[in-house]
């Protein structure tokens, strides 16, 4: 399997564009995640996804970003509209999550650099 | 909620001497402790899990993490360490009661260096 697929690697835009991020999840994992990684904050969740139905967004900073998985192998993390402080790792994750087992490992995608200038 | 703690930012260690990277964690129940690590402008990898009931859990590269339970800790080890270890480190903990679903929470992340 090539694993987490995301796109684009890296993206440049300026405050006010709308930025859409793509992920690609392991064939067969039915849970997804989208993280954010920045100097100041760390690894934060912004949402899950569990058979392709939305669990827990909590972590969505605000209501300019939004997250949809329409089917099982594919997943958008939306900004709309970007603004400087946006800027950061965004990383997708799958997993197989399997209701009366252990808890699986997550499997990352290499992330999506975002640049808000 | 369920939290993890490293205390150290970086962690400096000479090639072929031993290795630990601490963690500490706070849980209401049984933990469910991982630890990942980050090579640079690379994504997550696992390394390895805490089953409830082991002391030492081995994992992937040679690592290894020792579970206490009276000291809350987790902490990650590696009897010789290895120049291609340097990266950052992270320790996670599920957090969440449904067992069917998986949220891990990261903790800060600790950068190690092994000099040559």
């Known amino acids: 399997d090539a694993g987490v697929i995301q796109s684009p690697r890296h993206e440049v835009t300026e405050m006010g564009q709308e930025v859409t991020l793509r992920c690609k999840p392991i064939?067969?994992?039915?849970?997804l995640f989208w993280y954010r990684q920045t100097m100041m904050r760390g690894l934060e969740l912004l949402i899950y996804?569990?058979?392709?139905?939305?669990?827990?967004d909590s972590g969505m900073p605000e209501d300019r970003f939004s997250a949809k998985m329409p089917n099982a192998s594919f997943s958008t993390l939306k900004i709309q509209p970007s603004e400087p402080r946006d800027s950061a790792v965004y990383f997708c994750?799958?997993?197989?999550?399997?209701?009366?087992?252990?808890?699986?490992?997550?499997?990352f995608g290499e992330g999506s650099r975002l640049t808000v200038l | 909620a369920q939290s993890v703690a490293q205390p150290e930012d970086q962690v400096n260690v000479a090639e072929g001497n031993p290795l630990t990277v601490k963690c500490t964690y706070s849980?209401?129940?049984?933990?469910?402790l991982f630890w990942y690590v980050q090579y640079p402008n690379r994504g997550l990898q696992f390394l390895l899990q805490?089953?409830?009931?082991?002391?030492l859990v081995k994992g992937s590269y040679g690592f290894e993490a020792e579970f206490n339970k009276s000291q809350t800790s987790f902490h990650l080890k590696k009897p010789s360490a290895l120049v291609s270890d340097s990266a950052l480190y992270f320790c996670?903990?599920?957090?969440?009661?449904?067992?069917?679903?998986?949220?891990?929470?990261f903790g800060t992340g600790t950068r190690l260096l092994v000099s040559p």
């Open positions: 805490y089953i409830t009931g082991d002391t």
């Open positions: 849980v209401s129940g049984n933990p469910y």
């Open positions: 996804f569990n058979n392709n139905v939305p669990i827990d």
């Open positions: 996670a903990v599920r957090d969440g009661v449904n067992t069917g679903f998986q949220k891990l929470v």
């Open positions: 064939s067969g994992h039915n849970s």
């Open positions: 994750a799958s997993s197989l999550v399997l209701l009366a087992g252990p808890t699986g490992e997550l499997f």
